[in-house]
């Protein structure tokens, strides 16, 4: 099958053909019909992030189940799955309270460069390759463990699915399941690629007011408006505290952080008033710290979470945001952008780097 490998941070993925393993016991193969290009691989592509190579990268996917391993119970042969970068075991702690993002087995997954067992299914000329967080799904095909697929209607768009598995769960899920009672309550959203722009969706299902999103492309914060932005600030043009004061004589009660460097997080406190909460679910490079000033932390009850994924129980939160995408309760056909064929996945990644409006996915093999 064609793949996008990556073999060394700071180098163009290359299209290969890679020889993929039969699913084994509790694994499932699938035909990939869409994938995300996500900010997160493009980590790992300048080394940002650390990951064994070569890799095969994407983790942001949606495809048909081809064929499933013995003992598989949770899909079947002809079932539409959205991928899962972080499984669930449905026996620790985190899985049994509902927190699933937390689950060991993502971790497993992301050091050893393999499923669940540690092991790839992935070769090229006889040299093994690795997994990118148990999915690989930047391929014709993939096979993933059973616990890292949940299954959704296929009358739903492929690349709509693809980005409702990352982009879409991190950022409304940020919004509906840790910013509780911001109905009402302002909120500035620092960052409007797929994953901000995901949580503005949200923030207006919930009811925030106003809503406001922060970035420095001019097409990124039109289409945030389109989303349900209320205002919008450019802060490569103007200084964000000023036009807060300007926009709402009340400080914002949350402030989400969506890009991941430390500039953005630090902004972020800044901005919120006192009581108020910052969410952090953008990634930054490793070992990247913020300063956090000690006395605002405490004198005026400030607030720093992160949040992992959404903070969502994926196999419950996934079909439910489906179903409002059905009901036109959250518009994520809107979210796309531009459509890539495999081959052109360079371009896509080119294209994220300079500031590309929507998420933009990869069509491996067809229609999105």
């Given at each position: 099958?064609?793949?996008?490998?990556?073999?060394?941070?700071?180098?163009?993925?290359?299209?290969?053909?890679?020889?993929?393993?039969?699913?084994?016991?509790?694994?499932?193969?699938?035909?990939?019909?869409?994938?995300?290009?996500?900010?997160?691989?493009?980590?790992?592509?300048?080394?940002?992030?650390?990951?064994?190579?070569?890799?095969?990268?994407?983790?942001?996917?949606?495809?048909?189940?081809?064929?499933?391993g013995a003992g598989?119970?949770?899909?079947?042969?002809?079932?539409?799955?959205?991928?899962?970068?972080?499984?669930?075991?449905?026996?620790?702690?985190?899985?049994?309270t509902g927190r699933p993002a937390l689950c060991p087995l993502g971790k497993v997954q992301a050091t050893s460069g393999g499923l669940p067992d540690g092991t790839s299914r992935l070769a090229l000329n006889g040299e093994k390759v690795h997994h990118l967080m148990g999915v690989s799904c930047f391929a014709e095909k993939c096979v993933v463990s059973e616990r890292s697929v949940v299954a959704v209607d296929p009358a739903v768009p492929p690349a709509v699915a693809a980005i409702t598995g990352c982009a879409v769960v991190t950022g409304v899920g940020a919004a509906l399941n840790v910013m509780e009672d911001v109905a009402g309550s302002g909120v500035v959203v620092i960052g409007a690629g797929g994953v901000g722009l995901s949580a503005v969706m949200g923030l207006r299902l919930v009811g925030a007011n106003p809503i406001v999103a922060v970035d420095t492309v001019d097409t990124?914060?039109?289409?945030?408006?389109?989303?349900?932005?209320?205002?919008?600030?450019?802060?490569?043009?103007?200084?964000?505290?000023?036009?807060?004061?300007?926009?709402?004589?009340?400080?914002?009660?949350?402030?989400?952080?969506?890009?991941?460097?430390?500039?953005?997080?630090?902004?972020?406190?800044?901005?919120v008033g006192t009581g108020g909460t910052v969410v952090a679910v953008g990634l930054g490079k490793v070992g990247a710290t913020v300063p956090v000033p000690i006395n605002p932390l405490v004198q005026q009850e400030k607030r720093l979470i992160g949040s992992l994924y959404g903070s969502a129980n994926t196999p419950v939160d996934i079909p439910k945001l489906i179903d409002l995408f059905?009901?036109?309760?959250?518009?994520?056909?809107?979210?796309?952008?531009?459509?890539?064929?495999?081959?052109?996945?360079?371009?896509?990644?080119?294209?994220?780097?300079?500031?590309?409006?929507?998420?933009?996915?990869?069509?491996p093999g067809g229609e999105g």
């Open positions: 099958m064609r793949a996008a490998v990556l073999r060394r941070p700071g180098t163009p993925l290359t299209i290969e053909d890679v020889d993929l393993d039969d699913p084994g016991p509790g694994e499932v193969a699938v035909r990939v019909l869409a994938a995300g290009v996500c900010h997160s691989d493009l980590h790992y592509m300048n080394g940002d992030l650390q990951g064994r190579l070569p890799a095969v990268l994407g983790h942001e996917g949606a495809g048909v189940v081809e064929r499933v598989v119970t949770r899909v079947q042969p002809g079932d539409t799955v959205i991928t899962l970068w972080r499984p669930r075991c449905g026996e620790c702690e985190f899985c049994l990124k914060l039109d289409k945030a408006l389109e989303l349900g932005a209320t205002h919008t600030i450019n802060a490569s043009t103007h200084d964000v505290a000023e036009e807060l004061a300007r926009i709402s004589p009340r400080p914002m009660s949350w402030a989400l952080d969506a890009v991941g460097a430390p500039q953005t997080l630090q902004q972020a406190f800044e901005v059905k009901a036109g309760r959250l518009p994520l056909d809107k979210l796309l952008g531009e459509q890539y064929e495999l081959s052109e996945i360079n371009e896509a990644y080119a294209a994220l780097s300079r500031g590309a409006t929507g998420r933009a996915v990869i069509l």
